[in-house]
């Protein structure tokens, strides 16, 4: 049969080579454009900033090799001290607004009418920016104008100056940055409780379980995955602070309210020289302390996907 | 549901609760109320020491329309705008793509560059500075939005590529198979399969992005100055400079320039919230 030989030959040879390896090439055509982003401005610079960091540059001339020298000097850099022991009052004092966050989610998990607009108005510090809440704390903090020495002069207490004192600075910043993130670690909970199991609930009461008992046996448990963002934000948030610093006290009084990040900034890029080996050398310091979380998170997430 | 529902309760921590409400919220809110009662008050109460009483003047229109008109707020507004909107667009679409191919393929290093994303996302910004700016100089690019956009976009793709692959892997898989059975070219199936189906993880990235690149101050003082390119949460620092200790001015000031992603919230609640707390629950 003459006919026979000009049907169509099989499929694949005349599909193209794209159609035949569509599934293979696709995933990369799609992953291109964000993977080209990430790497020019994500990936390459941190190779950049740790191979910045063992030069000595003022980011106009010649770089020149220095070694570890940038890493020496931080030892005995009494600045670099403060701010590694202020980095450790942030990241333990901030961990308050986990257990802050669970009380007020307790407090307004109830069915009341208006309780939706009490919900978002708790809320909303978050969504100001860090600037904003920095100014109004700063404000709130004022000797003379501010409302706190107003209440506190109500009960019969002296005027504080929260920012302009070297021991309570610090904790006056981190006491508004807990503001917005206590609201955070709020929200998460109350849709961590909206997904308790009632049924659970009602094994508990059976058994008698009330209160304390059964908020630390049944309910935490339970709200084991929004404990874990809360954590992971809040760590993340607390080796981030940068703005309220900024805004509040500018790394003073007599330089006592500065962290890492903080003084990178300073180093590399203030009135005061710009020395940018040495910041990224500050700064590979501080990405060393992030990348043990990070390494912990990707490894809860890892174990999270071998479980599907 | 737990703590105990208050309609279980005695009549009295009923009552006790309904008045304990409104208490707790003005306590919370205290310091901002303090910031929006300051905008609305003349300059002569803060010269007589009159800093917590009521205003003696109902100040609102004077202060604020020196804000919109006497300073330089519209313009750091609208370089906010000019900055947030295209850095939204652009993180979405780049991560909607990436999230696709992570979400649906499976491929040797698929887990990796997943977690290239994830770890990126988590950096402190301290160790890009330098070597960014370097770069939005080299470009020359320094002191413009695009130099801000294009690092905006870079970096927040990182967040959304994670939000959107553990969004599109929550998506029934049977209706890609379904489609490639059909025949359907790859790049259809993302256009008319995945597509409308992440419509709500697109809304709430949006919102997110919107409020996380408006509220930045870091990235704005690196890579910009000056009012004709830095976006109103650097901007507020010059302008209170220029109103120094006038603190209705600066009260008025700050309120406006958060006000935007504060609308945003209130308007978008749902899905912000939705944004915020994927993966709370299991």
Redesign the interface.
Same mark, same amino acid.
């Given at each position: 049969m003459t006919t026979a030989q000009s049907t169509p030959a099989p499929a694949a040879s005349e599909r193209s080579w794209y159609k035949r390896n569509?599934?293979?090439i696709?995933?990369?055509l799609?992953?291109a454009?964000?993977?080209l982003?990430?790497a020019?401005?994500?990936?390459?610079?941190?190779y950049?900033?740790i191979s910045?960091s063992f030069y000595a540059w003022d980011?106009l001339g010649e770089a020149r090799y220095v070694g570890m020298a940038n890493y020496v000097e931080l030892m005995d850099d009494g600045a670099f001290e403060v701010s590694l022991w202020n980095n450790l009052k942030w990241l333990l004092f901030y961990l308050l607004a986990i257990p802050g966050g669970l009380f007020i989610a307790?407090?307004l998990?109830?069915?009341?009418t208006g309780i939706r607009i009490?919900k978002?108005?708790?809320?909303?510090?978050f969504?100001?920016?860090?600037?904003?809440v920095g100014?109004?704390?700063s404000?709130?903090y004022l000797p003379?104008?501010?409302?706190l020495n107003?209440i506190l002069a109500l009960v019969g207490l002296g005027p504080v100056n929260v920012l302009g004192d070297p021991t309570w600075a610090t904790y006056g910043i981190i006491a508004a940055g807990l503001?917005p993130q206590t609201a955070?670690c709020m929200?998460?909970y109350l849709?961590?409780?909206?997904? $308790?199991d #009632?049924e659970q609930?009602e094994a508990g009461r059976l058994d008698n379980a009330k209160g304390w008992k059964?908020?630390w046996y049944?309910?935490i448990p339970q709200l084991k #995955?929004?404990t874990f963002?809360a954590f992971v934000v809040t760590i993340?948030g607390a080796?981030?602070s940068?703005?309220l610093i900024?805004?509040m006290t500018n790394g003073g009084p007599f330089g006592q309210t500065r962290v890492?990040?903080f003084y990178?900034?300073e180093k590399?890029?203030s009135e005061y020289g710009f020395r940018?080996g040495y910041?990224?050398a500050?700064?590979?310091v501080?990405?060393l302390i992030?990348l043990v979380?990070?390494a912990y998170?990707?490894w809860s997430?890892?174990k999270e996907?071998q479980v599907r | 549901?737990?703590?105990t529902?208050?309609?279980k309760t005695p009549r009295s921590w009923q009552l006790t609760?309904?008045s304990m409400?409104p208490l707790?919220?003005i306590m919370?809110?205290?310091?901002?109320i303090? $910031?929006a009662v300051?905008s609305i008050k003349p300059a002569e109460d803060?010269t007589q020491?009159n800093?917590?009483g009521l205003p003696s003047s109902f100040e609102m229109f004077n202060n604020y329309g020196q804000v919109f008109f006497n300073s330089d707020m519209p313009r750091y507004m609208f370089n906010s705008v000019l900055i947030t909107v295209p850095t939204v667009i652009g993180a979405v679409a780049?991560?909607c793509?990436?999230g696709?191919?992570?979400g649906?393929?499976k491929?040797k290093s698929?887990?990796w560059?997943f977690?290239?994303?994830?770890?990126?996302n988590?950096?402190?910004?301290?160790?890009?500075?330098? #070597?960014?700016?370097?770069?939005t100089l080299d470009m020359g690019l320094y002191n413009t939005k695009t130099g801000l956009v294009?690092?905006h976009?870079?970096?927040q793709?990182?967040f959304c590529?994670l939000f959107m692959r553990n969004f599109i892997r929550a998506l029934p898989y049977e209706l890609i198979e379904a489609a490639r059975v059909e025949g359907i070219?790859?790049?259809k199936i993302?256009w008319y399969v995945v597509i409308p189906l992440m419509k709500p993880a697109i809304a709430a990235l949006s919102v997110l992005i919107f409020?996380f690149i408006?509220?930045?101050?870091?990235w704005a003082?690196?890579l910009t100055q000056g009012p004709e390119s830095q976006p109103v949460?650097a901007g507020?620092?010059s302008f209170?400079a220029q109103f120094r200790a006038a603190?209705h001015l600066?009260?008025a000031g700050?309120i406006v320039?958060?006000l935007p992603?504060?609308l945003?919230?209130?308007l978008m609640?749902k899905h912000f919230?939705a944004g915020?707390?994927l993966?709370?629950?299991?």
């Open positions: 569509e599934i293979a696709t995933p990369w799609f992953l454009p964000a993977i982003f990430f020019f401005y994500v990936i390459w610079p941190i950049q900033s910045i980011g307790l407090f998990n109830q069915t009341v009490y978002s108005l708790f809320f909303f510090p969504v100001l920016s860090q600037v904003v100014l109004v704390f404000w709130f003379n104008e501010g409302l107003g503001w955070y929200i998460l849709t961590g409780l909206n997904a $308790v #009632p609930i059964m908020l049944i309910i #995955p929004a963002i993340i080796l981030r940068f703005d900024s805004i890492l990040s990178m900034f590399a890029l940018m910041g990224a500050i700064a590979v501080l990405f992030m979380f990070i998170f990707l997430m890892w996907e | 549901m737990f703590p529902p208050i309609e609760y309904q409400l707790a919220l919370w809110l205290l310091p901002l303090a $910031v300051f803060f020491g800093y917590w780049l991560s793509l990436a696709f191919a992570l649906i393929y491929f698929n887990i560059i977690f290239m994303f994830v770890a990126g988590f950096v402190p910004f301290q160790i890009l500075m330098v #070597p960014v700016r370097d770069l294009l690092f976009v870079a970096f793709t990182g590529t070219a790859e790049w993302f409020t408006w509220n930045d101050y870091f003082v690196v949460t507020i620092t209170n603190y600066m009260s700050s320039a958060a992603p504060v945003m919230f209130f609640q919230i915020l707390t993966g709370a629950v299991k």
